[in-house]
């Protein structure tokens, strides 16, 4: 897990290597162990290292191969590395570290870039051919790592932060209307290629990008699941069912445990981490580490869920670390954790991951933890409504189950001159769940939510907030092997028992029965679902100094009345509105934009 960066030209100037230093010293967090840069004329590479995988020098990056002319900038985890080496080493190829990253050199060079296809992990990485002189992007299928590029008239710079590019300089900063229009109805949810900046764009997931010389640029998308019935499964039970996805997912843990440094888990007390914990207990790993995290309660919400963590611990005798934080501590961490954020997410989760992750990375440098089982297995609850849905009727359904507001309504929100007529996010999800390989709209709408939803907010949350503190987070619930299975398995499976009840069923022989039939649970940051004290003061400062106001982004009366009752105004979904405004304007100032 580390940062990368690079600069790429075609107008015949050398790469700016200083440009490209501060990218690479705006990620320290990211990767605090080393850092390095290389240039080769019109190309430049940065890299911060966080050191997992063979831990000597021989792993540092950027990784040049002199014999193969390969240059390589990688952040993530290849955990079929040691598969992966052994064939290209009966192939002929020599080693000279006992990294992963090194394994991605090798196989680009034996297959191009449908290597892609033989890693299992998460990856975003840059490789420059010295002898075609072409640069090759590329991003995992889920999207768990990030790429965001910069493109000017004469090239292109890249970095896995936004933060990161403006530190480079020259970046458009202007909003994208159509970005903001997502940030506001879908749910905060800006797909990609977009972020909040028209001059910054992010690599889609499952996508190669192969970048010529003369700035010829073309993609490959190389992995779209399937959601429909595979006839081969037609006679499968609900019990094959369950074993069958139990093993797909002890699979994912055992390929998440490679690693020369400790592995811990983040432990909530719900379904998901707990399974992990017990997969982890059930391969024999001893001593594991395991953290859960509270909040003070706010208006008569509870902030913790001690009660189901400490009894998953208790269960396998695992070293666990219960972490309160209360107000004192929260309210200096939430700028913090805004700060840390490559685009503005709503989330509360944001700063329960930020602070988790600060206390984690003390003891361990490597987490799995349980998320996006939600949205592989239909945990949550906007999918029963589309049970009964007609295909053609989903986008309908689910908008009124998952948008923010509706288009009409966001015109009472957003200056005129920050609203666009079409009502894009609705057609954006009308396109996606409208597209032929989706049987149902409960598949179509799981299918967008673990492409686009999934991708764009909570697997970008987990890796931006534990990667502000050098900590690196693997999510075996997206290993796609186990995501291609579980989009296989019929809608009525997943929507048992509340939800996610295939994952229950399966999970009987592991877990206490309190954890498996619990209501679900969420993870809570009450100062924050209600606002009040410093915090609502923050918000407060924020949307109305001269920044907020020479911006101009929201209509002034209505910031003035969600002021006055901070707690009323609500999403679908039962979110803070007020904080919704307050993030994304907070974001901005804090990038002095």
């Known amino acids: 897990m580390c940062g990368i960066c690079g600069e790429i030209r075609w107008d015949g100037h050398a790469a700016d290597v200083g440009a490209v230093a501060r990218m690479t010293g705006a990620m320290t967090s990211r990767g605090p162990d080393a850092d390095g840069v290389v240039a080769h004329g019109p190309v430049a590479l940065g890299h911060r290292r966080l050191s997992i995988i063979d831990l000597s020098a021989r792993g540092a990056q950027p990784m040049v191969d002199a014999d193969l002319g390969l240059t390589l900038v990688f952040n993530g985890c290849i955990y079929n590395y040691q598969e992966l080496r052994e064939t290209l080493q009966a192939d002929g ?61 004469g090239g292109l710079r890249f970095a896995s932060s936004v933060r990161a590019l403006l530190e480079a300089g020259g970046v458009d900063t202007e909003l994208d209307r159509e970005a903001l229009h997502h940030y506001m109805t879908f749910h905060s949810v800006v797909p990609a290629p977009l972020t909040i900046f028209r001059g910054v764009r992010k690599l889609p997931p499952a996508t190669v990008r192969v970048i010529q010389p003369d700035g010829t640029q073309a993609d490959t998308a190389y992995w779209t699941p399937e959601f429909g019935r595979d006839p081969a499964k037609a006679s499968w039970s609900a019990r094959d069912w369950e074993a069958a996805l139990m093993q797909a997912l002890r699979t994912a843990v055992k390929r998440r445990m490679v690693a020369d440094v400790p592995v811990g888990v983040l432990l909530s007390g719900g379904i998901d981490s707990s399974i992990v914990v017990a997969l982890l207990a059930e391969e024999g790993q001893q001593g594991l580490a395991t953290f859960s995290i509270g909040f003070d309660s706010a208006d008569g919400e509870s902030g913790d869920e001690y ?50 992750s600060q206390e984690v990375s003390r003891s361990v440098k490597v987490v799995q933890s349980g998320q996006g089982a939600d949205e592989i297995l239909a945990g949550y609850s906007w999918y029963p409504p589309l049970a009964d849905i007609a295909r053609e009727q989903t986008t309908e359904a689910y908008a009124k189950v998952f ?145 907020a106001r020479n911006r101009g982004l929201y209509r002034a009366d209505t910031v003035d009345a969600w002021l006055a009752a901070p707690n009323e105004t609500r999403t679908t979904l039962g979110s803070n509105a007020l904080w919704q405004l307050a993030v994304l304007e907070m974001w901005l100032q804090g990038l002095g934009v």
Request: aromatic share 8%; proline share 5%.
């Open 93 to 153: 190829y020599r080693f000279f570290s006992t990294a992963d990253s090194e394994v991605v050199i090798k196989a680009f060079h034996k297959w191009g870039e449908r290597c892609v296809e033989k890693f299992k992990g998460m990856f975003a990485f840059a490789i420059a051919d010295r002898d075609s002189g072409a640069v090759t992007l590329a991003r995992d299928r889920l999207g768990i790592k990030p790429l965001y590029i910069a493109s000017s008239p």
């Open 307 to 356: 009660f189901y963590s400490d009894l998953v611990a208790k269960t396998y005798d695992t070293d666990h670390h219960k972490i309160h934080i209360d107000e004192s501590r929260l309210v200096p961490a939430v700028p913090k954790c805004i700060a840390a954020m490559s685009e503005p997410m709503v989330s509360h989760d944001c700063v329960a991951f930020y602070l988790l």
């Open 403 to 547: 948008f923010d507001r509706s288009h009409d309504d966001l015109r009472s929100i957003l200056a005129p001159e920050y609203m666009i007529d079409a009502d894009v996010s609705r057609a954006f999800a009308a396109a996606h769940q409208g597209a032929p390989g989706a049987d149902c709209a409960v598949d179509a709408a799981l299918r967008l939510d673990t492409q686009v939803m999934l991708v764009d907010d909570p697997v970008k949350r987990v890796d931006t907030m534990t990667m502000a503190w050098g900590l690196e987070a693997r999510v075996p619930f997206l290993d796609h092997d186990f995501v291609e299975l579980a989009a296989a398995c019929p809608p009525d499976l997943k929507l048992a028992s509340g939800g996610k009840g295939v994952l229950k069923g399966g999970a009987r022989e592991l877990l206490p029965s309190e954890v498996i039939d619990r209501t679900k649970g969420h993870f809570l940051v009450p100062g924050i679902r209600h606002l009040h004290g410093e915090i609502l003061e923050m918000v407060r400062d924020a949307l109305t100094n001269d920044a």
